[in-house]
């Protein structure tokens, strides 16, 4: 004897459903193909943390993505070198 199959579809007006930048699938394929913003994130916010985006990125050429690696763990360990000095130094001050 067959089943009966009953489905319930709810609608819900196009204006109750919430609009945002984050919904929208292209936006992060825009923001991957920005190079100002990349290199923006990479020296100015994450370091060599962000070296990720920066490879998944397709506004890079791959040459490009190797000597912008090298160039941003560069940055990145004399930022950290600077940070021990001044430690280093603070330390010296107070234990004279």
């Given at each position: 004897?067959?089943?009966?199959?009953?489905?319930?579809?709810?609608q819900t007006?196009?204006?109750?459903?919430?609009?945002?930048?984050?919904?929208?699938?292209?936006?992060?394929?825009?923001?991957?193909?920005?190079?100002?913003?990349?290199?923006?994130?990479?020296?100015?916010?994450?370091?060599?943390?962000g070296l990720?985006?920066?490879?998944?990125?397709?506004?890079?050429?791959?040459?490009?993505?190797?000597?912008?690696?090298?160039?941003?763990?560069?940055?990145?360990?004399?930022?950290?070198?600077?940070?021990?000095?001044?430690?280093?130094?603070?330390?010296?001050?107070?234990?004279?």
């Amino acid at each position: 004897m067959p089943r009966a199959v009953y489905r319930i579809e709810m609608q819900t007006p196009e204006s109750s459903v919430p609009q945002n930048e984050a919904s929208n699938p292209d936006l992060m394929g825009q923001l991957l193909r920005s190079r100002t913003l990349i290199l923006v994130m990479l020296f100015a916010v994450t370091g060599f943390l962000g070296l990720p985006v920066l490879w998944i990125s397709p506004a890079f050429s791959r040459i490009e993505k190797v000597i912008w690696s090298i160039v941003n763990t560069l940055y990145t360990s004399a930022l950290i070198w600077i940070c021990v000095l001044i430690c280093w130094w603070a330390y010296r001050q107070i234990v004279q």
